[in-house]
């Protein structure tokens, strides 16, 4: 899904010399302060013990394709919204509430990947990781260890990529300049740029085109809140 590891200088190969942090001073302090604690050292797990840390770990870096340091801290960003019960107001009627559906279907890949692999999801290799995540998420409506599949892969995505794209370093990747406020943007429409953005390098570089290297596409399937 993704590309990150960046420079050049913090653009990467699509934006290169782009950094949304260099926009920091136009934002107000606690936008500028909440971003910047973002790259800040995270704290301690507070909600996931350590088998669902390495196992929501190794599930992140799947769905996010991230192989490689520098990683957005996915796992610790997921772990404070959940400690602190930051949900997104809402679950599948079918689905026990997101605390309780997290430490379930981190469980059941454990257990999918003990009688697959005899070992633990996080200690699978990527691609018997990569294999089993196919195998759930083809699965559609139908169940997987008394949960919905498609249901848990809407859970899984929608926080992985909420935590991804709060991120400064995916803003870079993206070329996203971050918040609006208080200065605005004022040239509107399509390739109209600001004078602090910076043009898609590579814009014929599909980054959803499915490749061998990378897997299929993650998809979600979320349809009826309550």
């Not at 692999?117 to 008394?146: K, N, V, Y």
């Not at 910076?198 to 979320?222: E, L, M």
Request: proline share 7%; glycine share 6%.
């Amino acid at each position: 899904m993704t590309a990150l590891p960046l420079p050049s200088s913090r653009g990467g190969n699509r934006f290169p010399g782009f950094d949304a942090l260099a926009q920091r001073d136009h934002w107000d302090e606690v936008t500028r302060s909440l971003v910047q604690s973002r790259l800040s050292l995270l704290p301690q797990m507070r909600f996931f013990d350590v088998t669902e840390e390495a196992c929501a770990t190794a599930l992140f870096d799947q769905l996010l394709d991230q192989r490689e340091e520098p990683r957005v801290p996915v796992t610790a960003m997921v772990d404070a919204r959940l400690a602190e019960k930051q949900t997104d107001g809402w679950h599948y009627d079918s689905m026990p509430e997101d605390a309780v559906a997290w430490r379930q279907s981190l469980g059941a890949l454990d257990e999918d990947a003990s009688a697959a692999h005899g070992t633990c999801f996080a200690d699978c290799s990527w691609t018997d990781q990569e294999s089993m995540l196919a195998h759930i998420q083809a699965l559609g409506e139908r169940p997987w260890h008394d949960l919905t599949a498609s249901q848990v892969w809407g859970l899984w995505t929608r926080y992985a990529c909420t935590a991804f794209y709060s991120h400064p370093w995916a803003w870079n990747e993206i070329g996203f300049a971050g918040p609006a406020y208080p200065r605005g943007y004022k040239n509107l429409g399509i390739d109209r740029l600001e004078p602090f953005e910076v043009a898609d390098a590579n814009p014929a570089d599909d980054p959803t085109k499915i490749t061998d290297d990378h897997g299929t596409s993650p998809g979600s399937g979320a349809s009826h809140e309550h």
